[in-house]
């Protein structure tokens, strides 16, 4: 008795269907994906070192504490507002537009009251900015 079968059957794949199911997976992914335009800015970044030397150079230090409240050169300002700010500012400056601003502020310091500091600061033209950090253990 002869079990196996004396036909040989062709087995054929066929790819056209696998490949329209990749096609139809590519169009709904990439009708299905969201793009955002985003706006980039191109900064070159300085190199720092655990000491940085300040030169020869005056310099003003806004110290903000965790309440917002403003201090220049450890003198605390009479209010948050931006204009008190500014004139406080001018008054130390004279008109000094190369001093550097150091910014300090602690760590739970509101968002707004740093950007209102930078913003005094660049509203008098003083363009030359550094931000107080703790150096890491």
Do not use: C, W
């Amino acid at each position: 008795m002869n079990l196996k079968p004396n036909r040989e059957d062709n087995i054929e794949l066929n790819l056209t269907p696998l490949i329209d199911v990749v096609f139809l997976l590519l169009i709904f992914f990439m009708v299905s994906t969201t793009f955002e335009k985003q706006a980039k800015l191109k900064v070159q970044l300085p190199d720092s070192s655990a000491q940085i030397e300040m030169q020869d150079q005056k310099s003003i230090t806004i110290g903000i504490d965790a309440k917002g409240h403003y201090y220049l050169n450890d003198r605390q300002v009479v209010n948050t507002s931006l204009d008190t700010l500014k004139i406080a500012i001018q008054k130390i400056t004279k008109g000094d537009k190369d001093m550097i601003v150091i910014l300090r502020a602690d760590a739970k310091t509101p968002h707004q009251s740093v950007v209102t500091a930078m913003d005094a600061a660049s509203q008098l033209g003083l363009l030359k900015l550094s931000i107080a950090t703790l150096q890491s253990q």
